[in-house]
């Protein structure tokens, strides 16, 4: 099993910068990938970014490329989401997920509200 923390959530001004943490415990040994999802009211949930943990190789949603980066903090087993220049778009709860041999992991979701 592998458990998934979020943190760093909260409401943010429109143009702000915002991290948000996510923590791995458990069996993190075998994790392929990390990532970040994001759902907001009526919407169906999207990827927001990737990050495949042996290459280091990401994958960004068009709609947050430029404005975001994911990173792992690999000693701490935490994976980050950097996020600038946020707008009322971004409002949505996000999700960590990881990926470990076949079985997808989640945290609980962490509210992001970007409004004036």
């Known amino acids: 099993q592998v458990r998934l923390v979020e943190s760093g959530g909260g409401l943010v001004q429109p143009g702000g910068s915002l991290r948000l943490s996510c923590a791995a415990s458990g069996f993190t040994s075998g994790i392929l990938t990390m990532s970040w999802y994001r759902q907001a009211p009526g919407k169906e949930r999207e990827l927001v970014a990737s990050?495949?943990?042996?290459?280091?190789?990401?994958n960004y949603a068009d709609s947050v490329v430029g404005r975001s980066t994911i990173s792992t903090d690999n000693a701490k087993n935490t994976v980050y989401l950097q996020m600038n220049n946020l707008k009322s778009q971004d409002t949505a709860v996000y999700y960590c997920h990881a990926l470990r041999r076949s079985i997808d992991y989640w945290g609980q979701g962490i509210q992001v509200t970007v409004s004036p």
């Open positions: 990050i495949t943990l042996v290459s280091g190789s990401t």
